[in-house]
């Protein structure tokens, strides 16, 4: 079982840029597939951005990709987001997951509690 905390969210004016951190528990971490969601008022929940396990290949949603890029520590027990160029419809809730490896890849069982990020215009 996996425990997952996000941290780093805030409030930035719009271009600029913001770090999330995900800090995991659960000793085999560097077994897990991650990801990051968010959900903005009144929608429904959005895949962001994964990363696998094996080697840590990334994907992303054509909304984010690049401008944001996830990253893991497995010696840290962390995933992060690094979100850069942020603009208003960025704004959401921001959630870190996680996922059993044979899983697909949209497929998560853990996650966390969400970070706030709000962009400014």
């Known amino acids: 079982q996996v425990q997952l905390v996000e941290s780093g969210g805030g409030l930035v004016q719009a271009g600029g840029s913001l770090r999330l951190s995900c800090a995991a528990s659960g000793r085999t971490f560097s077994t897990y597939r991650f990801g990051w969601f968010r959900q903005a008022p009144g929608q429904g929940r959005e895949f962001v951005a994964g990363i696998t396990w094996t080697n840590s290949s990334t994907y992303y949603a054509r909304s984010v990709k690049g401008r944001f890029t996830i990253s893991r520590d497995n010696a840290k027990n962390s995933v992060y987001l690094q979100m850069n160029n942020l603009n208003p419809t960025d704004t959401a809730v921001y959630s870190c997951?996680?996922?059993?490896?044979?899983?697909?890849?949209?497929?998560?069982?853990?996650w966390g509690q969400g970070t706030q990020v709000t962009v400014s215009s």
């Open positions: 997951a996680a996922g059993y490896p044979a899983s697909g890849l949209y497929d998560f069982t853990y």
